[in-house]
């Protein structure tokens, strides 16, 4: 009877394309015992060969059990305790349970709950259960999401249960209303998807330096935001890079959005629009990396010189491996191949003491001389150079350079638009715009990004916002396909400006 049992499940087996392993210890087992009766266990065996080569004709070959397709399902929500969307919600635990075994990751970047708790509940998982308890008292007649983000996963294979958001409300109605928008960097038309964008309900402006949020949201890798089950009321929206954790805006380095007026959910409104800026820039001379300079026994310098070829549209640099003491412009010299001096040349220092710009009037093809004497600059150790040096150099002929013409549309040149061309985040050059036309027959070859700046001011630069005056920081539209410029080749290109 044990036999045809086993017979019957392998026979079974075979058909779904199960691994058959363990079967084969069975009849291994089974063939030991039938050994004992030679004559019933011979026929039994070569009964059971019989079966295994006709079910599994492939089974001689050698390779490794494929185990079914691999798991692409995220958990399922089988059963949630109260039930998702309840109302007159009076508990503080609330119990999550799925078809299979899970984990939660990153629960402190994941979680999101509002209106926005003194205390952040906690979150546990046991198999196939996450428990959520709730630490603070509830607000009454008030709408609660509780966000868990991506924070949700299966143990076997790590597939994500994405945006899982549980809702209750203490009162007798679930709110519906909402507001959704989009937040950009104010400077670079680019997008930070790292900041919060925060909801204050009928805030005074003092509300977000002085207290937390009523909401909080995330964006998405587009800067889209929105705030789902939401009362009928005033709100103000904010964005913020919370430096500190503290989810107030605090200090005039951290990136900060504001709107002009408040938003009231009981009106019909559009998506808002928030412009990200920091109204101070971060010191780049961090004491890291002076320590850095200071530990260098040689001082040193580098040049922006490419295969000894100067771009005559830029000047001369040298850059120093650390801040200079000293600096005697008289003792770098511009020569000819002679070694006479060349008149009408600037050498110049910046404000940090790291860099040194010679600028000149720049002639096609030149070749040229840089003098640079051992005692022209010292850093703050006392250190100067080891040596005097001889920079040799040609100055680049105007067939190393490419002709761009770029065509804009939907631009209002009233507003004293500048384009910009990026070299990652460095501005390589730019120029302001009175017509719909840029042109230049001398543009250095390269891949640049372009963005219009919306120079309101007239200033010809980038201006931040600023909170405490209301003031709105100035905007740049960056354009998402690159411009690709050739040496001695047309570059030519159409662009359109379009708002969001």
Known sequence: MGIILILFEWVKASQKGFNFTPLKQQFQYLSILLMRNAIFGFLSLLFLGYLIIATCGGCAQIGAPTGGPKDTTAPILVKA?????SINFKENKITLQFDEYVDLQNMQSNLLVSPLPKNTPSV????????????????????????LG?????????????????????????????INGKVIMAESGKIDSTLTVMLYKKASDSDVIKRKPDYVSRMNSEGRFVFKNLPAASFSVYALKDGDGSKT????????????????????????????????KQSANTPVSSTKKVKEKKLRYTTNLSNQQHDILQPIELNMNMPLKNFNSDKIILTDTS???????????????????????????????????????????????????????????????????????????????????MEGDKIKTE???????????????????????????????WDPGNYSQKLQPEKCHAFPQKLTVKANWDNERDIELKEE
Not at 81 to 85: F, L
Not at 255 to 268: G, H, M, R, S, W
Request: aromatic share 10%.
């Open 81 to 85: 305790v109260p039930d998702n969307q």
């Open 124 to 147: 546990s998982s046991n198999l196939r259960t996450v428990t959520i308890k709730l630490k603070d008292s509830l607000l009454p007649n008030t709408t609660y999401t509780i966000n």
């Open 150 to 178: 991506d924070a949700i996963k299966d143990v076997n294979e790590g597939n994500v249960y994405k945006d899982f958001v549980y809702t209750f409300s203490t009162g007798a109605v679930i709110d519906s209303l909402e």
């Open 249 to 280: 805006y605090n200090s005039g380095t951290e990136i900060f959005a504001f709107i002009d007026k408040q938003v009231n959910t009981a009106e019909t409104n559009g998506p808002v629009k928030l412009l990200a800026y920091a109204e101070k």
């Open 339 to 421: 070694f006479n001096p060349i008149k009408n040349v600037s050498v110049a220092l910046d404000s940090n003491r790291e860099r040194i710009y010679i600028r000149h009037q720049w002639k096609e093809n030149e070749k040229l001389f840089l003098l640079v004497s051992n005692d022209a600059i010292s850093d703050e150790a006392g250190n100067g150079l080891s040596k005097a040096d001889t920079i040799t150099f040609r100055c680049k002929s105007k067939e190393d350079y490419g002709t761009v013409l770029l065509r804009f549309k939907n631009i209002d040149v009233s507003k004293h638009p500048v384009v910009q061309f």
């Open 431 to 461: 120029s302001a715009l009175t017509t719909l036309e840029y042109s230049n027959k001398m543009f250095s070859p390269g891949e640049y990004e372009i963005r219009i700046l919306l120079d309101d001011n007239n200033n010809g630069k």
